[in-house]
T-cell receptor, first 112, second 111 residues
Framework: SQTIHQWPATLVQPVGSPLSLECTVEGTSNPNLYWYRQAAGRGLQLLFYSVGIGQISSEVPQNLSASRPQDRQFILSSKKLLLSDSGFYLC???????????FGQGTRLTVV | AQSVTQLDSQVPVFEEAPVELRCNYSSSVSVYLFWYVQYPNQGLQLLLKYLSGSTLVESINGFEAEFNKSQTSFHLRKPSVHISDTAEYFC?????????FGTGTRLQVFP
């Protein structure tokens, strides 16, 4: 069966510090991978998605970047965090096309 | 552009009462629709999906949703809710490898 791992579960970082959130998927190959941010009252905002290694599509211009160094690894990064980067970050994978996505447990990021 | 609108941010209801969570979508192409549920501080779990075929889809825990193309809606219903149904519910649509979500509806079930 397929599983998705996302870590850490919670993170408190000072303004201006770097960020690296990692997500890995097991039990499938060539998945679509997604990063979402959830803020109160705004639902889930799609940040990045990837259909293959090294292929990243950015949905919202911002202070974040994503990379996919391996088939089942998706990394969300920032060089300098802003207060507005606080939120609940969710990684997800899908089989591509118009199928559903499966989510990790999320990372609660607080920038102080 | 494709979008999803959830008309109610919060829906309070008493236990054993029926509930409807509304979802409307906008799209110029064929889409596939989903409902997800999120419990506090957790990821999202797929509740049900409409890909094709019968416009009425059901989940294993009593929820159902009906795809209505003419009204561009995909409302979620349950005839009798339980305390354990208290959660955030998200409607989503999928097109060309993207999955986009509405802003969510918080269902609060009271005893």
């Amino acid at each position: 069966s397929q599983t998705i791992h996302q870590w850490p579960a919670t993170l408190v970082q000072p303004v201006g510090s770097p960020l690296s959130l990692e997500c890995t998927v097991e039990g499938t190959s060539n998945p679509n991978l997604y990063w979402y941010r959830q803020a109160a009252g705004r639902g889930l905002q799609l940040l990045f998605y990837s259909v293959g290694i090294g292929q990243i599509s950015s949905e919202v211009p911002q202070n974040l970047s994503a990379s996919r160094p391996q088939d089942r690894q998706f990394i969300l990064s920032s060089k300098k965090l802003l207060l507005s980067d606080s939120g609940f970050y969710l990684c997800a994978w899908g089989r591509g096309g118009n199928t559903e996505a499966f989510f990790g447990q999320g990372t609660r990021l607080t920038v102080v | 552009a494709q979008s999803v609108t959830q008309l109610d941010s919060q829906v309070p209801v008493f236990e054993e009462a029926p509930v409807e969570l509304r979802c409307n979508y906008s799209s110029s192409v064929s889409v596939y629709l989903f409902w997800y549920v999120q419990y506090p501080n957790q990821g999202l779990q797929l509740l049900l999906k409409y890909l094709s075929g019968s416009t009425l889809v059901e989940s294993i825990n009593g929820f159902e949703a009906e795809f209505n193309k003419s009204q561009t809606s995909f409302h979620l219903r349950k005839p009798s809710v339980h305390i354990s149904d208290t959660a955030e519910y998200f409607c989503a649509l999928s097109y060309t490898d993207k999955l986009i979500f509405g802003t969510g509806t918080r269902l609060q079930v009271f005893p």
